[in-house]
């Protein structure tokens, strides 16, 4: 899976450095052609002049080193790169990427490089348990970079605990497997709606759902790590969008019916993730509606029933729906695969406050139109996806 691949290896101050000696001659024996971006701290454990023996390219250091008046290094390498490896990655340079600097050579080519991004933290036990250590991950992981966990064991400092940088044959195997993992889907087209809905009354008030998105973002980012080009529609939310996804933001359930619909006939599969609203008011205001004395009315009508729309006019797309159940689950998600003629169909309990609507993970139970069906035991919402999408893959390749 290597072989012919660019591959920047950024390799930060920490005794895990010798590992990345190690790896450089790993993936250069795979058949990678490999250029290493060193910060001075790094520089510190082993001399650039290792490195280059052992890529058999010039090291990267200084940004102010410009060698071909033609290029603009920094930005050459980032495009060069098919796959990004950061190895070791201490606390302090997950810590810079996190907060976006660009303050040396290796920084500056991670902001601009377009290629997934490997990070393999080696860091003391209670560094990598810090909560600002944590925070960074997280603001990381949320933007798409991918973890390479660190190994337990007998650390440099003399604890034993997690921390240790994982071995280079390791970090290789789980490369190649993400990338084989990105043929399956790759030349398919992805729609997936996200979040709620929401539907004015007047200019501060408006109908709306406990929705938040997660699970929707989660199946975008995971469909994107597939191979797929993602396509995701989505409601008010607060999240960021999933690098690589193509995104198109709404208000409305009519907004959400019109986009949607609007790509459905060129996509290969189509997950309806999104709490649309079912009812809007029939009047809206152009002004704030003043307090009166006594109850308040407001008449309100259907909106278009998305999902039924897609299965009556479905062709060669697989299609799944989500049911959003707080009773007798098992028989209106049932009920909900037949009536809208899906493939599959995904319930979930928003009864419960640990999972669904909100949470940051879920429980569900998959029912395909072939007879399948798994119930996904509590777990986060991006370990739920990614489940999800295996079970898809096997549908779609019976078909």
Not at 36 to 58: C, D, G, W, Y
Not at 371 to 395: C, H
Request: aromatic share 8%; proline share 4%; net charge positive.
């Amino acid at each position: 899976m290597l072989n012919g691949k660019n591959i920047v290896l950024g390799v930060s101050g920490g005794i895990a450095v010798y590992k990345a000696v190690a790896l450089t001659s790993k993936l250069t024996q795979a058949g990678a052609n490999v250029k290493v971006v060193m910060t001075k701290h790094a520089a510190e454990f082993v001399t650039p002049l290792t490195f280059q023996a052992i890529s058999r390219n010039e090291v990267y250091m200084d940004t102010f080193k410009e060698k071909d008046p033609k290029k603009i290094a920094h930005i050459d390498l980032a495009d060069w790169a098919d796959v990004f490896i950061l190895a070791p990655a201490t606390a302090h340079l997950i810590g810079r990427m996190a907060n976006g600097l660009a303050d040396d050579m290796l920084t500056t080519v991670l902001l601009a490089t377009k290629a997934p991004v490997y990070i393999a933290p080696a860091m003391n036990v209670h560094m990598y348990d810090h909560p600002a250590v944590q925070q960074n991950m997280n603001i990381l992981d949320q933007w798409g970079y991918k973890f390479i966990e660190p190994g337990e064991g007998y650390l440099a400092c003399g604890y034993i605990g997690k921390g240790r940088l994982e071995e280079p044959e390791k970090i290789i195997t789980l490369i190649e497997s993400d990338l084989q993992q990105k043929k399956k889907w790759c030349g398919k087209k992805v729609l997936i709606s996200a979040g709620p809905t929401r539907e004015q009354v007047d200019p501060v008030r408006f109908f709306s759902n406990f929705s938040s998105g997660k699970m929707g973002y989660a199946l975008a980012e995971k469909a994107v790590e597939l191979g797929a080009e993602v396509h995701l529609v989505s409601g008010p939310t607060s999240l960021p969008t999933p690098r690589g996804v193509i995104a198109y933001d709404v208000t409305t359930a009519e907004e959400m019916f019109e986009q949607i619909v609007n790509l459905y006939a060129e996509m290969d599969i189509v997950i309806k993730s999104a709490a649309v609203a079912d009812y809007r008011p029939v009047q809206t205001f152009d002004h704030k509606m003043k307090k009166k004395d006594g109850p308040l009315t407001i008449k309100i009508e259907r909106t278009k029933d998305i999902l039924q729309y897609l299965g009556d006019t479905k062709a060669h797309q697989f299609l799944v729906g989500f049911a959003a159940e707080t009773q007798d689950i098992l028989y209106y998600g049932k009920e909900k695969l037949t009536k809208k003629n899906l493939d599959a169909v995904v319930i979930n309990d928003i009864g419960r406050k640990d999972i669904g609507f909100n949470s940051e993970q879920n429980e569900v139970v998959y029912l395909s139109k072939k007879g399948s069906e798994k119930r996904l035991k509590r777990m986060n919402k991006k370990q739920v996806a990614k489940q999800l999408l295996e079970l898809m893959d096997s549908e779609v390749r019976k078909d």
